[in-house]
T-cell receptor, first 113, second 113 residues
Framework: KQEVTQIPAALSVPEGENLVLNCSFT??????LQWFRQDPGKGLTSLLLIQSSQREQTSGRLNASLDKSSGRSTLYIAASQPGDSATYLCAVKSPSEGQNFVFGPGTRLSVLP | DAGVIQSPRHEVTEMGQEVTLRCKPI?????LFWYRQTMMRGLELLIYFNNNVPIDDSGMPEDRFSAKMPNASFSTLKIQPSEPRDSAVYFC???????????FGPGTRLTVT
């Protein structure tokens, strides 16, 4: 059974800092891993999708890496802005879970102006 | 495409009443997922469908919950009778199979008094 954890649970940084969010999963046999952003009271917005065969994906100031063998993914946010404040969730899709994504608990990010 | 559509966006009801939540997936997506999100338990998968057929309903909390997908463009999640502990945000999501990403609707915020 796939289990996903995220560290830290919460993070507060001053504007302009580069930061890293971590995601770990227990079963390395995965289809893909997806990073989402959730603003308070809102739905989930997909940020990046990394396929099992890929090492990283980039979108603007965001870079997500995947190390399947160690069961880890990181989301790197460059030059953070107050608008980046949100909860970031990672989700893993793996054969052991059918077509379901297993979600981590999320990291709540606050970027202070 | 308009994305995943959910209705209503907010629902307030009294304990014991029947509640029906609705979802329209993205056209062409043959997987549909229902999730529940609470502060205490995070994001939990309730049930998912493939080509209108329920595949995994192990996350449905109890017999008071039921879900249907009468056709490829419509699904319902029903709670009867509702209880205060059912208060949560309910999300619907859809995807294509395999290596494709998941898209979420805006959610329905349910409050049972």
């Amino acid at each position: 059974k796939q289990e996903v954890t995220q560290i830290p649970a919460a993070l507060s940084v001053p504007e302009g800092e580069n930061l890293v969010l971590n995601c770990s999963f227990t079963d390395s046999a995965i289809y893909n891993l997806q990073w989402f952003r959730q603003d308070p009271g809102k739905g989930l917005t997909s940020l990046l999708l990394i396929q099992s065969s890929q090492r990283e994906q980039t979108s603007g100031r965001l870079n997500a890496s995947l190390d399947k063998s160690s069961g880890r993914s990181t989301l790197y946010i460059a030059a953070s802005q107050p608008g980046d404040s949100a909860t970031y969730l990672c989700a893993v899709k793996s054969p052991s879970e059918g077509q379901n994504f297993v979600f981590g608990p999320g990291t709540r990010l606050s970027v202070l102006p | 495409d308009a994305g995943v559509i959910q209705s209503p966006r907010h629902e307030v009801t009294e304990m014991g009443q029947e509640v029906t939540l609705r979802c329209k997936p993205i056209s062409g997506h043959d997987y549909l997922f229902w999730y529940r999100q609470t502060m205490m338990r995070g994001l939990e998968l309730l049930i998912y469908f493939n080509n209108n057929v329920p595949i995994d309903d192990s996350g449905m909390p109890e017999d008071r919950f039921s879900a249907k997908m009468p056709n490829a463009s419509f699904s319902t999640l029903k709670i009867q009778p509702s209880e205060p502990r059912d208060s949560a945000v309910y999300f619907c999501a859809s995807s294509l199979p395999g290596v494709n990403e998941q898209y979420f609707g805006p959610g329905t915020r349910l409050t049972v008094t």
